[in-house]
């Protein structure tokens, strides 16, 4: 019986290996560990490309390197993540430029109204502007992917038709989506993603501004009932490493590494587009999301709201001596590009 059991544990192993359903990464005894720190809670998607990002790492350097991953702020939270980066405590980490505007002038450029229209497109822009500024935001890390949400779009509990409906009312945003909601007449407010949940219970807001994908992963169908698309802006993220931990990697590792920046934003790119149809169709099915298209008239004047938030951005970007008309430029230049 022992003997059948062994032989079949074996035959089993054989099969999974043979026809590649199972790929041993037998860590070495020497693997280099790598912790990386993540703010959102593990089923969302700076976490699910987290984990995507682990296994072709892994896989690609045999074992070579083990990453250990800590999503829902267990590590390092939404605000102290890119400080945290750079004084170590975790090795790599995936920060959202929105939470701290400010510091990253160039790449939340990406989250003015410049007509993004999917987060593939999104994530292919940010990438390149990055590589053509290599903005100084990021001097003290290694940058290892760029990647933008879909587009926002208004999750609330209460229906949202017009510029009249929107006027006062308390949703949640950061950054560039925050400026959005200000010309609209809302009033914007300002926390991390993990932290709207409690704030939707308590009424603190009545809505969110985001990438609809949260509609399923952080359960805001249950309570937000009506989506307003409005398809205006994205939220800017990247993922970094310590740079005393890059440096010390092996040349065979950094390639791996590097191999991987753009098809690891692309990546996530698709991923967040497909998932956002997903949950939405779950949250029209099962969660009865009433979903509101404003008329072209309408959206109209909700777009001519919008006309003052480059310049703003501009006038900013340039008191920091920074290139700003040329990086608007190259930044429409790429949706048209990539939009193709
Ligand atoms: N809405 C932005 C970005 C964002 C979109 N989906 C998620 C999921 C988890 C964390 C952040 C986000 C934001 O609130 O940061």
Redesign the pocket.
């Known amino acids: 019986m022992k003997r059948n059991t062994g032989m079949l544990m074996v035959a089993i192993f054989v099969c999974a290996v043979v026809f590649g359903t199972w790929a041993p990464t037998v860590a070495a005894a020497d693997a280099i560990t790598l912790k990386y720190a993540n703010?959102?809670p593990a089923p969302?998607?700076?976490c699910v490309q987290m984990e995507r990002w682990k296994t072709e790492v892994e896989k690609r350097t045999a074992g070579k390197v083990v990453v250990q991953t800590f999503p829902g702020g267990t590590l390092l939270d939404a605000k102290n993540m890119i400080d945290g980066v750079i004084a170590g405590t975790a090795d790599i980490g995936c920060l959202?430029m929105?939470?701290q505007p400010g510091r990253f002038m160039v790449t939340n450029a990406t989250s003015l109204p410049f007509g993004i229209p999917n987060a593939k497109v999104g994530s292919l822009v940010l990438w390149d502007l990055y590589e053509k500024y290599k903005p100084q935001e990021f001097a003290g890390v290694k940058v290892l992917a760029m990647f933008t949400?879909a587009p926002?779009n208004i999750m609330s509990k209460v229906a949202v038709k017009s510029l009249e409906d929107i006027k006062g009312l308390d949703l949640r945003a950061?950054g560039g989506?925050a400026e959005v909601l200000s010309a609209w007449g809302a009033n914007p407010v300002g926390m991390?993603?993990?932290e709207?949940v409690e704030a939707l219970q308590k009424g603190v807001v009545k809505g969110?501004f985001?990438?609809l994908?949260?509609m399923k992963?952080f359960k805001f169908a249950e309570t937000c009932k009506y989506v307003t698309m409005t398809e205006t802006s994205i939220?800017p993220f990247t993922v970094i490493m310590n740079i005393k931990s890059w440096e010390s990697l092996p040349a065979d590792v950094k390639k791996v590494f590097d191999d991987l920046r753009v098809e690891q934003s692309q990546w996530t790119g698709e991923y967040m587009d497909n998932h956002v149809k997903e949950a939405m169709e779950w949250s029209k099915t099962t969660q009865k999301v009433e979903v509101t298209t404003l008329s072209s008239e309408e959206k109209a004047k909700w777009n001519a709201k919008l006309q003052g938030l480059t310049e703003k951005w501009a006038a900013e970007a340039k008191g920091k001596g920074l290139a700003a008309d040329q990086i608007i430029g190259d930044i429409k230049a790429l949706v048209t590009k990539y939009s193709k």
Do not use: C, G, R
């Open positions: 703010f959102p969302t998607f700076p959202s929105a939470y949400t926002n950061s989506a991390p993603m993990p709207t969110l985001s990438s994908e949260v992963d939220y």
